[in-house]
T-cell receptor, first 112, second 116 residues
């Protein structure tokens, strides 16, 4: 069966440390993988997109890696801040008219 | 530039009723997608419209329907509401051309539907 797995338990880290979130998937062949941030009561906000032929993408304090052999993406936030506290969702994009498959999300808590 | 606007933000209905939700995409965006978000199932794709045509549909019963107007605004309708339809319904617009079939999504704040 098809599955997308993100850590269901919250990730608690200290301010200034690097947060690493994992997205594993099975029985999908995504053309792209996207990461979104969602705050309570709000809609998700796009952060980064990485293509299947890219290994790594960076944007400011964010970095995402994509390993199609391991079927895994890692999302890193360096020098984390309390304002980074939110739920982070990975989304698999099969190039199928915006029909994305979302993981259940990982809640990140950054403590001052 | 204004973001994606969804109305109403909150609504309460009873079983058997129907509901219509509205979405105004970002100006210039012609693709509108709808997702249902629940604590148990997460975000699930409902359907996608581009230039008034439904290009993709998720695995939801026929009670869930939608449409898109010539100005790219979209509506979704749920008929014969069930308790399990209680969810946050999210609309997302995307800047894709007719030849491109994917792009980053810009979500609205959602319509929170409670079915009693």
């Amino acid at each position: 069966s098809q599955k997308i797995e993100q850590n269901s338990e919250a990730l608690n880290i200290q301010e200034g440390k690097t947060a690493t979130l994992t997205c594993n998937y099975t029985n999908y062949s995504p053309a792209y993988l996207q990461w979104y941030r969602q705050d309570p009561g709000r809609g998700p906000v796009f952060l980064l997109l990485i293509r299947e032929n890219e290994k790594e993408k960076r944007k400011e304090r964010l970095k995402v890696t994509f390993d199609t052999t391991l079927k895994q993406s890692l999302f890193h936030i360096t020098a984390s801040q309390p304002a980074d506290s939110a739920t982070y969702l990975c989304a698999l994009d099969l190039g199928d008219f915006n029909k994305f498959y979302f993981g259940s999300g990982t809640k990140l808590n950054v403590k001052p | 530039k204004a973001g994606v606007t969804q109305t109403p933000r909150y609504l309460i209905k009873t079983r058997g009723q129907q509901v219509t939700l509205s979405c105004s995409p970002i100006s210039g965006h012609r693709s509108v997608s709808w997702y249902q978000q629940t604590p148990g199932q997460g975000l699930q794709f409902l359907f996608e419209y581009f230039s008034e045509t439904q290009r993709n549909k998720g695995n939801f019963p026929g009670r869930f329907s939608g449409r898109q107007f010539s100005n790219s605004r979209s509506e979704m309708n749920v008929s014969t509401l069930e308790l399990g339809d209680s969810a946050l319904y999210l609309c997302a617009s995307s800047l894709v051309s007719g030849s491109s079939n994917t792009g980053e999504l810009f979500f609205g704040e959602g319509s929170r539907l409670t079915v009693l």
